[in-house]
Antibody, heavy 123, light 110 residues
Framework: QITLKESGPTLVKPTQTLTLTCTFS??????????VGWIRQPPGKALEWLAL???????RYSPSLKSRLTITKDTSKNQVVLTMTNMDPVDTATYYC???????????????WGQGILVTVSS | QSMLTQPPSVSAAPGQKVTISCSGS????????VSWYQHLPGTAPKLLIY???KRPSEIPDRFSGSKSGTSANLGITGLQTGDEADYYC???????????FGGGTKLTVL
């Protein structure tokens, strides 16, 4: 059974750096072709993909946010960490992490999602 | 503004059928697989369709997916009030090297 859970601060100030952790179980991020992605949803708006890390440490980022994002993995802890710098009120959103199943690249979809964490950016 | 275009809303009566469209381009839908997600407020998105037309085992066959050229469709038959949700298409964009989601479609079951 695959589960994922997001953790981190629920309130950050403008210009601060956000660090979110995705702790998962039921799979290993050292398994061939598996990945973990981050997706967010601002209130009342659509899903927006942020980043994806693969089993081989290959990383992909949203082109519009690439300069602000870093995704890393700790296979031994079953965790993926996303950092986003220079936070702004427009970054207020529910942030989800999700499991990318074993698929040939570039077929990327997410079959298991965490419940999400609402992050508010406000002074 | 998403690169994948979905209608903002669709509606139909219980028991009826609805189709949600997702339009893209050759760099995304035209040359990559499409997936579909159901999202109810306050819950995690749920995968409905992957590889254009495949369903996870727990998804009923009332849900179907298709793709033609640079567009894809999600079909839902036998509509139920519990199907009221936001629906998103997703795919990979080979030019951007990025995952794309559509702008979402709100389904109302009247």
């Amino acid at each position: 059974q695959i589960t994922l859970k997001e953790s981190g601060p629920t309130l950050v100030k403008p210009t601060q750096t956000l660090t979110l952790t995705c702790t998962f179980s039921g799979f290993s991020l050292s398994t061939f072709a598996v990945g973990v992605g981050w997706i967010r949803q601002p209130p009342g708006k659509a899903l927006e993909w942020l980043a994806l890390i693969y089993w081989n440490d290959d990383k992909r980022y949203s082109p519009s946010l690439k300069s602000r994002l870093t995704i890393t993995k700790d296979t031994s802890k079953n965790q993926v960490v996303l950092t986003m710098t220079n936070m702004d009120p427009v970054d207020t959103a529910t942030y989800y992490c999700a499991h990318r199943p074993r698929q040939l690249f570039p077929n990327n979809y997410f079959d298991y999602w965490g419940q999400g964490i609402l992050v508010t950016v406000s002074s | 503004q998403s690169m994948l275009t979905q209608p903002p809303s669709v509606s139909a009566a219980p028991g009826q059928k609805v189709t949600i469209s997702c339009s893209g381009s050759s760099s995304n839908i035209g040359n990559n697989y499409v997936s579909w997600y159901q999202h109810l407020p306050g819950t995690a998105p749920k995968l409905l369709i992957y590889d254009n037309n495949k369903r996870p085992s727990e998804i009923p066959d009332r849900f179907s997916g298709s793709k033609s050229g640079t567009s894809a469709n999600l079909g839902i038959t036998g509509l139920q009030t519990g199907d009221e949700a936001d629906y998103y298409c997703g795919t990979w964009d080979s030019r951007l090297s990025a995952v794309l989601f559509g702008g979402g479609t709100k389904l109302t079951v009247l």
